[in-house]
């Protein structure tokens, strides 16, 4: 039988502090704690102190996954780093994780800039890795300290965001089927200025200016190095792209809807995955919605969902779970993955 | 499209008074909270099939303006 990608293990990580919706309450003013939850579906997000960076928790993360047993750092061939919030624009943030992982120093380590689909985008190239015999177990590390970007007064985006990371270990086995896979993937570049940090790299540089904090839209604040989020736009890109994705796996993928155990979709927030959901006509049941505890962590929430899911008992072997991911880019990405 | 029945859903996910839009209303989308906004937005998407851009919407002065965007994109069909 030939050699398939699967996933074989997720563990993920939190940074200690918290932020609750009373705290942000009390800081923002206009919205209640309860208003906040009612908005969003989120009670309480961790963000990363001062200090703690994408590979501290990155590495945090995989320690877990070693200390699981699922693997050794000496068995990784291949590390995918995944993250917006790089500790430096170079080096590459896994080159800094290989040695603190003490991954061998003839494995693979390389970064990739994705946020929302990001998970799925790293399932593909693990995929690839693997199933042409570049590598035999490919660590995928998604981990994001959005918190970094984010002006203290923007309750649109400090309310819904939440830093973390999780590391999945993707392997070989023998499978007369896909394990991961068929994929839909997807880019649309003009949405890139709705979902941005504006003064971020090289091509708009950092003066006494940028820095400088304003008032902008619905009473929020921020400066052109922070984030930014024009949420209504990225709610039509979603409720037009998200559902002609998930028609086009299925059709790739050869088998009825009904088919899918657990829809398990970028954890983006409540609102939207519930609009989503209702579009779609998807049973709620199957549908998995759980920020309550660690809001939009980007490129991290899909594998924190399987993770959950798993410990709840709703994974079993065998199960076929669709993932989608979509966001910043605009990027989406969507594949079937068969629960070991 | 029920344009009564539109404007009492336009009411309500708003969190207007129930009868307080009347076609002839001005839209201020501008001074909403980013939230009302994606409940129009997804209202419109949910009881239309439409989908609105926030920049197309905020163009929109009064609820006559978003009746007439809203026909305009049913005749040619949605964008996308």
Request: charged letters at 20%; proline letters at 4%; hydrophobic letters at 40%.
């Amino acid at each position: 039988m030939p050699t398939r990608a699967a996933i074989k293990a997720i563990t993920s990580y939190f940074p200690q502090s918290r932020l609750t919706n009373q705290e942000l309450a009390s800081q923002l003013g206009n919205w209640t704690a309860e208003e906040i939850h009612q908005k969003t579906g989120v009670s309480s997000r961790a963000i990363a102190g001062p200090e703690e960076c994408a590979s501290d928790l990155g590495v945090a993360a995989a320690r877990r996954l070693f200390e699981s047993g699922a693997c050794r750092a000496e068995d990784v061939d291949f590390l995918l780093f995944c993250t917006q919030s790089p500790d430096y624009a170079l080096p590459a943030t896994a080159c800094l994780v290989q040695r603190q992982l003490g991954l061998r120093t003839d494995s693979g380590a390389i970064d990739f800039n994705q946020g929302c689909s990001g998970f799925v985008y790293g399932l593909t190239l693990a995929k690839g890795l693997i199933e042409t015999g570049a590598a035999r177990s490919v660590l995928l590390i998604t981990a994001e300290t959005y918190s970094k970007w984010i002006h203290p007064q923007d309750r649109s985006v400090r309310t819904i965001f939440g830093d973390g990371a999780a590391a999945t270990l993707i392997a070989g086995v023998e499978a007369d089927q896909d394990l991961i896979g068929p994929f839909v993937l997807g880019t649309d570049g003009s949405g890139s200025k709705n979902l941005i940090v504006p003064v971020s790299g090289a091509r708009c540089r950092r003066t006494a200016q940028t820095g400088v904090a304003s008032e902008r839209e619905s009473g929020n604040w921020r400066s052109d190095e922070n984030l930014y989020m024009n949420g209504p736009e990225i709610l039509t890109f979603t409720l037009r792209t998200v559902p002609k994705a998930v028609r086009g796996l299925i059709e790739r993928w050869q088998r009825p809807l009904e088919d899918v155990d657990l829809f398990v979709f970028h954890q983006a927030s409540r609102f939207m995955l519930e609009r989503l959901r209702d579009k779609m006509a998807l049973p709620a049941e199957k549908f998995w919605i759980d920020m309550e505890q660690c809001a939009n962590t980007v490129s991290a929430t899909i594998p924190i969902a399987l993770e959950t899911a798993a410990a709840q008992g709703r994974l079993a072997s065998g199960s076929r779970v669709m993932l989608v991911g979509f966001g910043v880019g605009y990027s989406w990405a969507a594949t079937m993955v068969k629960w070991l | 499209m029920d344009r009564v029945a539109f404007v009492a859903k336009l009411c309500t996910a708003l969190e207007f008074p129930a009868g307080s839009l009347t076609e002839k209303s001005p839209l201020n989308s501008e001074a909403w909270d980013s939230v009302d906004l994606l409940n129009v937005i997804a209202l419109i998407d949910e009881d239309l099939g439409l989908t609105v851009s926030g920049d197309d919407f905020k163009r929109c002065r009064s609820v006559g303006d978003l009746f007439a965007l809203l026909e305009e994109q049913q005749t040619r069909g949605p964008v996308g």
